[in-house]
């Protein structure tokens, strides 16, 4: 008797608890759009969210980061113009 005893307090205890269950979704985080994600360059490094192949780019997709995305390849391509830059004076 004992073990039942034990069993119901164990399933009162885990309905008390909420367990919440994130389940991976294979669909297009904009809405409207049930095209499936891209594997590999569907995920936005900026909001964190997957897009089909269609809504992947964060203009596409109106990303909430899209000023930060904006800094950050201005700064990256200037930076690297520097570095080509020509140096030799001319004459």
């Not at 294979?26 to 594997?39: D, E, I, Q, T, W």
């Not at 360059?41 to 269609?54: E, K, L, V």
Request: with cysteine; net charge positive; proline share 2%.
């Amino acid at each position: 008797m004992s073990s039942t005893e034990s069993i119901s307090s164990n399933t009162n205890s885990n309905q008390n608890t909420p367990i919440v269950h994130h389940k991976k979704s294979n669909r297009c985080h904009l809405n409207g759009c049930n095209s499936r994600v891209v594997k590999i360059i569907g995920h936005c490094r900026y909001c964190q969210f997957s897009f089909c192949s269609t809504h992947r780019l964060p203009e596409t997709h109106e990303c909430a980061n899209l000023d930060f995305c904006k800094q950050t390849s201005f700064e990256k391509n200037s930076t690297k113009l520097l570095r080509e830059k020509c140096v030799k004076l001319k004459v």
